[in-house]
């Protein structure tokens, strides 16, 4: 056979694309055992969300009463900058006119225009955040919560500009040195660069546990489950009571709703 | 033949392979000995067949990969556990299952790291969020 | 050709080593930025793109505006454009390299920024403008360095250059676009949330652009002997008046829809940007210096003895320039952030080594586009 430059580098072609290959071949070749799967406890969904009974808070809980916000920052080793700012913050507070911006009238009930409302990320179906990821570093899972990859995120915060919630805080400093609280060892901390925000306590659902807000509010105010699925408790509480949620005219179909 | 500008492009011939093997000469006359690697910790102690997630020559030359791969099975697939070809299961978190047996972070993982001129254990990598374990120095 | 970079007058040498002491001082900024994180700006949870970006979008623009000379050029064979095609190609080399570095400076993970490749993202409009913007700076180097190179060799250029000719116009086109589309698809955003926003963009570029192109060509023209031709000068001050009117009538368009609609959410940016909200009204003087000076250039553009006098043009380009760069390198980023989705203020301010890095990396871009204008010009005096 006679060998001309051509063929030569045709055949060499061939052959690293078969070198390509050889990790597919690979993965086929050995997946009898499954490598991975859910914890069996786990509790699984299609779409997270929750209810937030701000009636029943204002009615029963304690005054100023912050058990859910210090159990999520806690749990996630928040830290507190201690500046407006460079604030991070995953679940906290606004008055009623902040976090429903244009919804406010003066002849409001008293109690609607001052007490707060707890915020925190929406989750939305259709979120903005994900949308504008350059990375995906932020995305949506199979259980509907909207997901930080921490590992990948680039730090360029085009997610901080299309949150209409302002969920989303980034560390502007190295957050290590601020958290006040003690240091929950089972949970990573974040470093400065990357954005952050409330992840529905993926880590906990992923082991069969509630978020951990839900699970420390005493009085009940936190309804957390499965949109999709008509037995869940949020959906009997949404079929029962009139709840609103915030802007929902931007079309990010929000999975937070809220009980005044 | 004559090159032009021989006496600047000789010497600076010269000084660039001089930068470029710079790591062979800065390590040269340092062999350091491997280091020990320690696996007396509390809980490999108790384990009765001293076994990691894959044999012992697989995590040491692949451990990065299994890492890279909980990583995305738990973060962006929502798995968390992972089933081993023995069939034994392991919870895919680095701060909470490598390290629940390699508790001495700093005599195990560091010091290869080290060794292997890695230095992750400074290098703002991993650690600067993964809390490292507390350990008696 | 590259060897004409190396061979200046004293006057070339110090230019250069007075923008590396500013590269340098914005290095060490930058050394400080990494070290402790984007905390020394005055970037915050609630405005959380400043200056960086904001000059970034601006630059775009002057990149965007070498198709007014490429396109009259090339496409409708005005010849008075042909010399200084060059100047414009080379200006949006250096104006596409310095919003690269902007977007590099703003990032909280610069180490991690192949990721945008790593995992391209087509459904985000950011992944699109580093491709574009990365594109077109490959064809403006690729076409002003041949058709250069083809020029001191006194033969034509390689057939191959003139679809990539054709091709960069559309694409000038489109990087300005898809940087608009950076802001104008966020729903949080109302100032943003505006479909005249590409066109705006694209406006303020096509008078921005020009205005720094005609100081340049004067600049040349004093120190080298190659002259652009002023004619050339004349027919792009009259783009730049154009452009610049229909600027201005953007602007004016966007306070009409606010204020005649009077939804407090399309009002509130531009009530900031303009009088101020709540007491916060840093950058209010800032505003009205960009509407006095657009009013002033207007003014002196409308003037048709003004082209043809080089210190009035001078003077109107500086006004142009300087307008446009309030107006979109400052006021048009920060105000979208203000208020914030809560309805609140929160005001922005750079900071020192803010101001310095941002600096730094101009002094960079005018590096970059001193030893290009060095190798252009030197080729057009000795074919000349």
Redesign the interface.
Do not use: C, E, H
């Given at each position: 056979m006679d060998t001309n430059r051509r063929s030569f580098l045709k055949l060499g072609g061939l052959c690293a694309l078969g070198l390509g290959a050889l990790p597919v071949v690979d993965a086929l070749g050995k997946s009898d055992l499954p490598q991975v799967m859910n914890n069996p406890q786990a509790l699984v969904g299609k779409r997270w969300a929750m209810v937030v009974d701000m009636k029943k808070c204002w009615e029963k809980g304690k005054p100023g009463c912050k058990d859910c916000i210090l159990a999520c920052h806690v749990t996630h080793n928040v830290p507190d900058i201690g500046s407006i700012k460079e604030e991070v913050k995953w679940l906290w507070t606004e008055p009623f006119e902040n976090a429903f911006p244009g919804q406010e009238s003066q002849f409001l009930p008293t109690e609607v225009m001052e007490k707060p409302f707890m915020v925190l990320c929406n989750h939305c179906a259709q979120a903005p955040c994900v949308r504008v990821c350059p990375t995906q570093a932020t995305f949506k899972r199979a259980d509907g919560i909207t997901m930080m990859d921490f590992h990948r995120c680039i730090g360029c915060r085009y997610c901080m500009a299309g949150c209409p919630y302002g969920a989303r805080s980034f560390n502007w400093k190295d957050p290590r040195n601020f958290i006040k609280t003690e240091l929950n060892m089972t949970f990573p901390t974040r470093e400065r660069g990357v954005v952050e925000k409330c992840n529905f306590c993926d880590e906990r659902l992923g082991v069969g546990k509630i978020p951990a807000c839900v699970e420390a509010c005493k009085d009940g105010c936190l309804h957390f489950g499965d949109l999709q699925d008509p037995n869940s408790e949020v959906r009997k509480i949404l079929a029962s009571h009139f709840t609103i949620r915030r802007k929902p005219e931007l079309g990010t179909d929000p999975s937070v709703y809220y009980i005044i | 033949m004559k090159i032009y500008n021989a006496n600047k492009i000789i010497p600076g011939l010269i000084i660039f392979l001089g930068l470029i093997t710079f790591p062979m000469w800065y390590n040269m006359g340092k062999a350091a000995p491997p280091p020990e690697i320690k696996f007396d910790t509390p809980v490999i102690q108790q384990m009765a067949v001293k076994q990691c997630v894959l044999p012992k020559a697989d995590m040491r030359t692949g451990h990065m990969q299994l890492l890279n791969e909980w990583r995305t099975q738990v973060v962006r697939n929502g798995y968390r556990t992972y089933v081993a070809a023995d069939g034994k299961e392991y919870n895919m978190s680095l701060q909470n299952e490598c390290i629940k047996c390699h508790s001495n972070k700093t005599q195990f993982c560091d010091q290869c790291h080290v060794y292997a001129g890695l230095q992750l254990g400074s290098v703002p990598y991993c650690w600067t969020c993964h809390i490292a374990p507390k350990e008696a120095k | 050709m590259l060897d004409r970079a190396f061979t200046g007058s004293q006057r070339y040498y110090r230019l250069l080593m007075g923008l590396l002491v500013f590269m340098g001082l914005g290095f060490a900024a930058y050394l400080f930025q990494l070290n402790?994180?984007?905390?020394i700006t005055g970037?915050?949870?609630?405005v959380?793109?400043g200056i960086y970006i904001a000059q970034f979008t601006f630059l775009v623009g002057v990149a965007a505006s070498a198709v007014m000379v490429v396109l009259p050029y090339y496409l409708h064979n005005i010849k008075v454009f042909g010399k200084i095609t060059i100047l414009g190609e080379f200006l949006a080399v250096a104006s596409v390299t310095m919003c690269l570095l902007f977007?590099i400076v703003?990032?909280?993970?610069?180490m991690?920024?192949l990721?945008?490749l790593?995992?391209p993202?087509p459904?985000?409009?950011?992944?699109w403008d580093?491709i574009v913007l990365n594109g077109y700076l490959f064809l403006n180097i690729l076409i002003g360095w041949n058709v250069l190179d083809a020029e001191r060799k006194g033969v034509p250029y390689p057939h191959w250059v003139k679809p990539l000719i054709y091709l960069s116009i559309p694409w000038a086109i489109s990087i300005h676009t898809v940087t608009a589309f950076?802001?104008a698809g966020?729903?949080?955003?109302h100032y943003w949330l505006t479909a005249i926003m590409a066109a705006r963009f694209l406006s303020s570029a096509f008078c921005s652009g020009p205005a720094l192109l005609i100081l340049l060509a004067y600049t040349v023209k004093k120190y080298t002997k190659f002259d652009p031709g002023q004619e050339a000068i004349e027919k792009l001050s009259i783009i730049m008046t154009y452009a610049m009117i229909i600027s201005v009538f953007f602007v004016g368009l966007e306070f009409f829809t606010a204020f005649y609609s009077q939804i407090?959410?399309h009002m509130h940016s531009l009530v900031y940007l303009f009088k101020g909200l709540e007491g916060h009204r840093f950058l209010v003087p800032f505003m009205w210096l960009f509407a006095a000076l657009a009013v002033f250039a207007l003014v002196m553009l409308l003037n048709p003895n003004t082209k043809r006098d080089e210190k009035k043009l001078k003077i109107a380009c500086v006004a142009v320039f300087f307008s446009m760069w309030l107006e979109k390198g400052l006021g048009l980023i920060v105000a979208?952030?203000i208020p914030?989705?809560?309805?609140?203020v929160?005001e922005y301010s750079p900071s020192i080594p803010e101001i310095m890095i941002a600096l730094g990396v101009w002094a960079t871009g005018f590096f970059v586009l001193t030893v290009l204008y060095k190798i252009a010009t030197s080729v057009k005096e000795e074919v000349a």
């Open positions: - | - | 402790k994180g984007l905390t970037m915050g949870r609630d959380s793109w977007i703003d990032l909280g993970k610069p991690r920024l990721n945008v790593l995992y993202t459904n985000s409009i950011l992944f580093m950076l802001y966020l729903p949080a955003r407090p959410s979208g952030f914030n989705p809560f309805d609140q929160r």
